[in-house]
């Protein structure tokens, strides 16, 4: 099965580095023993600081340039790491970017949103509707004025968008088969869902394998306190995988069981640093040297690590925690970060 009939255009450095972290593991187990960890480096991705946008806006920014599209349009929080990857992307391809941002324009811009003006991102201040709702208002204006514009969904979760991350799941497949590893499961922050329903399309599609002979666990850690749309996530996630069967011509389909989502760890809700992501972020950074970021992998890996403490998760598992970026956000936040008193 491959992906080569999609339009791709390619804009990320991949496959992205597999890498061992003995020394997190150990610092996370204590005297209890660590798991096997590796991390798959999405923050190398590339474009504008890399993160786990890139893979997807292959597809996405593939899929608008064979419809003869002139401009992109997507929208997220002001700190939106999807929003600084899609500027970036269309400046690599010379088009025009708008991103819809929620909140008001600060006085000091910082973090993705520094990088987002850099990149020359026109942006559109929504208010309160931090999930791009303002986008079809946007692209209706841009079509008015002539312009045929292309509406990247909120973080990229559309059918398009996660073969990003089907195809992820090949290349992981292959480095995993050449370094005889096989982890029993996969661990990443999981938000808008492509991340996640991408990784569940190419688990089954390219036979991910591992530990017992068994695919590994597709681990979702959710990030946002509040459900989307009166959806609940995990059916989004699940539809979402679906669709994306659909598209890439996989059967059978995916059904409620197959979606494992850990929803214990939102803390006081998306964005707001607390102590789970201040250790995990401390711990990674001084033990191994890895810049985590503050909202998503920084309290994915904060998820992790309460699962390692509490024995979840023993030293007979391996795991690779995904890495999906976000590091610009880091700047963003430095009084939460800094250590107290
Ligand atoms: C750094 C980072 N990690 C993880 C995610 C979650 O990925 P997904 O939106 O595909 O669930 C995002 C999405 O916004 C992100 O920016």
Known sequence: MDLSKFPRRRLAFLPTPLVELPRLAAAMAGSRGSPRLFM?????????????????LEFLVGDAIARGCDALITGGAAQSNHCRQTAAAAA?????????????????????????????????????RRKGEDMPRVAEEL????????????????????????????????????????PSRIVFASSSGGTQSG?????????????GGRPPEICGIYIDKTEGEGIDFADRVLSLANETAELAGLRPRFDAGDVVLRREFTGEGYGVVGELERRAITLAAGTEGILLDPVYTGRAMG???????????????????????????????????????
């Not at 991350?165 to 292959?174: I, S, T, Y």
């Not at 990784?199 to 530990?211: C, D, I, K, N």
């Open 40 to 56: 798959k480096r999405d923050d190398q991705t590339g474009i504008a600081t890399g993160g786990n946008k890139a893979r997807k």
């Open 92 to 128: 690599a391809c010379g088009i025009d970017c708008h991103l819809v941002l929620g909140g008001e324009a600060p006085l000091r811009p910082e973090g993705n949103l520094l990088l987002d003006i850099l990149l020359g991102a026109s942006i559109h201040w929504s208010g309160p």
């Open 143 to 182: 079509r008015s004025a002539g312009r045929s514009p292309y509406v990247v969904p909120y973080g990229g979760s559309c059918a398009i968008g996660a073969l990003g991350f089907a195809d992820a799941a090949r290349e992981l497949g292959d480095q995993l088969a050449a370094a005889g590893i096989a």
């Open 199 to 211: 990784l569940m399309v190419g688990s089954r599609l390219f036979g991910l394998e591992g530990s």
């Open 303 to 341: 998820a992790l690590l309460s699962l390692v403490e509490s024995g979840e998760i023993g030293k007979d598992e391996t795991i690779v925690f995904w890495h999906t970026g976000g590091t610009p956000a880091l700047f963003a936040h430095a009084e939460e970060l800094l250590p107290r008193g």
